[in-house]
C-alpha cells in the first residue's frame, strides 16, 4: 500500500509576514493600475474601485475555499488572501466613493452600495464553492 506524503506544514510566522508583504504590494499596485486606467479612460474612479472590491472578494472566496481542502494551498493564503485580496480591495476608498457619490448622486451612490455589498458577497459565496470543489 502506497504512504500517504505528509501535508506541508503552514507558513512560519517570518515567512507569513513575507507573503503578506509581497501580496500586498501585487494587490496594491493592480487597484492602483485599475483606478489610473479607468481614469484615463475618462471613467470614474469609483467603478474602478467597485471592480477591485468585487474581483478580490471572489479571490478571497477561492482561496479560503480551496485552502480548507489543501493544505499545500494554505501554505499560500497569507500571500493570496491577506495579501493579494486584502490590498486589492479597499474599504476606505469604497466609503469615499459613497461619500462623494453621495453629495453628487445620491441614488447612484445607493447603487454602489447595494451593488458593492450584494455583489461582493454573493461573488465571495462564489468563490468559496469553486474553492471547495
Same mark, same amino acid.
Request: charged fraction near 10%; charge should be positive; proline fraction near 7%.
Given at each position: 500500500?502506497?504512504?500517504?506524503?505528509?501535508?506541508?506544514?503552514?507558513?512560519?510566522?517570518? +515567512?507569513? /509576514?513575507?507573503?503578506?508583504?509581497?501580496?500586498? &504590494?501585487?494587490?496594491?499596485?493592480? %487597484?492602483? &493600475?485599475?483606478?489610473?486606467?479607468?481614469? +484615463?479612460?475618462?471613467?470614474? /474612479?469609483?467603478?474602478?474601485?467597485? !471592480?477591485?472590491? *468585487?474581483? @478580490?472578494?471572489?479571490?478571497?472566496?477561492?482561496?479560503?475555499? /480551496?485552502?480548507?481542502?489543501?493544505? =499545500?494551498?494554505? =501554505?499560500?493564503?497569507?500571500?493570496? @488572501?491577506?495579501? *493579494?485580496?486584502?490590498?486589492?480591495?479597499?474599504? !476606505?476608498?469604497?466609503?469615499?466613493?459613497?461619500?462623494? *457619490?453621495?453629495?453628487?448622486?445620491?441614488?447612484?451612490?445607493?447603487?454602489?452600495?447595494?451593488? !458593492?455589498?450584494?455583489?461582493?458577497?454573493?461573488?465571495?459565496?462564489?468563490?468559496?464553492?469553486?474553492? %471547495?470543489?
Amino acid at each position: 500500500m502506497p504512504t500517504r506524503r505528509p501535508d506541508p506544514a503552514p507558513p512560519a510566522p517570518s +515567512a507569513a /509576514r513575507l507573503q503578506v508583504a509581497l501580496g500586498g &504590494a501585487l494587490g496594491a499596485s493592480l %487597484r492602483v &493600475a485599475a483606478i489610473l486606467a479607468v481614469g +484615463a479612460a475618462g471613467g470614474p /474612479r469609483a467603478w474602478a474601485v467597485l !471592480s477591485a472590491n *468585487l474581483a @478580490g472578494a471572489l479571490l478571497l472566496g477561492v482561496v479560503v475555499g /480551496r485552502a480548507t481542502r489543501s493544505a =499545500r494551498l494554505a =501554505r499560500f493564503s497569507p500571500l493570496l @488572501g491577506a495579501g *493579494l485580496a486584502g490590498a486589492l480591495t479597499s474599504f !476606505s476608498s469604497l466609503v469615499v466613493d459613497l461619500a462623494q *457619490l453621495g453629495i453628487a448622486q445620491p441614488a447612484v451612490a445607493v447603487t454602489y452600495a447595494v451593488v !458593492s455589498l450584494l455583489g461582493g458577497t454573493l461573488l465571495a459565496y462564489v468563490g468559496l464553492r469553486r474553492g %471547495r470543489r
